[in-house]
């Protein structure tokens, strides 16, 4: 038996050597492997500018992942919008081959087709873990890929801004009746869902509504958050300060890349695409979360007066968001193919976050509430 032992040692010390050298072989080669992908330069156009570090950031951590997984062969640079095009014609710009990626909200482009914003996020739609859970695993992103290739482009979520703020109002909104006439920069579908109340809906970049605030060219905004809102200053010339944005429960933003640029990626490059946006996908969410709860007590510390939307206003603005997807599943197949089981998932992710989450949350807030 100790014969047999000795034997055995000799032979794993021979083995170990073995297998030593061709991990250290492996090792060795790892480089020269990594030297056969291509160098790729790619161009990304943001339709943020690079004052909103947060969600403008969510292109800088792609464009920082990627070249570090790539060992600096696949390089994506970042251009704040208006750089290279105008934030809004993002997509165009990807569309056209102008540049291969953009960073952007979805919904900004639903004068093209409203199915653009089941992507991003519509009125009483999902929050932000819900619209991850569909994206990734209710099928979502397999949908919207499949609409966003008749436009050359593939998508990949990129950003989540969490539940958003419902807007800076330059007077006091007490009812439905106030909002007759209010000329309000609001994006997505939030337009047409309150069109009917007598909102009338503009569309600005982020880094051209202050100066029509502050002229009186529209008499209120929504933008994201504290954190951001603070920063392009609305406080400043609009003191009233609502919640929620009923209409934005969770945006995702898109990274969108030219189908044709992408579909020439090596797999790994792919592959490193993928993770990339994930992580700034979590990243953004994160973010705003930590930077929200300190933004809003400095807002509130100003002079800011803090209200929640009225009851009547979301539940008539509630009514017509019905109408219009009821009416829009009627009129637009590509809508209808996205929002039925888009909205199913919504009904069962309802119940079930009514049972543990809604539970939880609503029971620890009045706790803290109460001072405990």
Known sequence: MGGDR???????????????????????????????????????????????????????????????????????????????VPGLQALDAVQDGTVEAAHTACYYYVGKDPTFAIGATIPFGLNARQQNAWLYHGGGNEAFDEFLSGYNVKGLPGGNTGVQMGGWFRREINSVA??????????????????????????????????????????ATEWIGPYDDEKLGFYQVAPY???PAFWEGGLTIHFLFNKAKYD???????????????????????????????AIRSLVGKGVQLRPLPRDILDASFDSAMKLYAS???????????????????????EWFRVAEYSYDTYVYTQQAAGK
């Open 328 to 350: 829009l599943s009627e009129s637009n197949p590509k809508w209808k193919a996205i929002y039925d089981p888009w909205s199913k998932f919504r009904t069962e992710s309802y």
């Open 178 to 219: 106030d909002l007759q006439g209010l000329k309000m920069r609001i994006a997505g579908l939030a337009g047409r869902v309150l069109e009917p109340l007598g909102v009338v809906p503009q569309q600005l970049a982020g880094g051209d509504i202050y100066p029509a605030l502050e002229r009186g060219t529209i008499d």
């Open 241 to 243: 300060y609502y919640y």
């Open 6 to 84: 000795v034997d055995r040692r000799k032979f794993i010390l021979k083995a170990g050597a073995v297998t030593g050298g061709a991990a250290a072989s492996t090792v060795l080669a790892a480089p020269a492997i990594a030297q056969e992908m291509p160098s790729i330069r790619w161009r990304l156009t943001s339709s943020f500018p690079n004052t909103l570090d947060t969600i403008f950031g969510g292109a800088k951590t792609l464009s920082t992942a990627i070249s570090e997984i790539t060992g600096g062969k696949f390089t994506i640079d970042v251009f704040p919008a208006g750089e290279l």
């Open 264 to 294: 020439e990626l090596p797999a790994p490059y792919k592959a490193a695409l993928d993770t990339a946006a994930k992580a700034a996908n979590i990243n953004m969410l994160a973010l705003y979360d930590a930077k929200n709860m300190q």
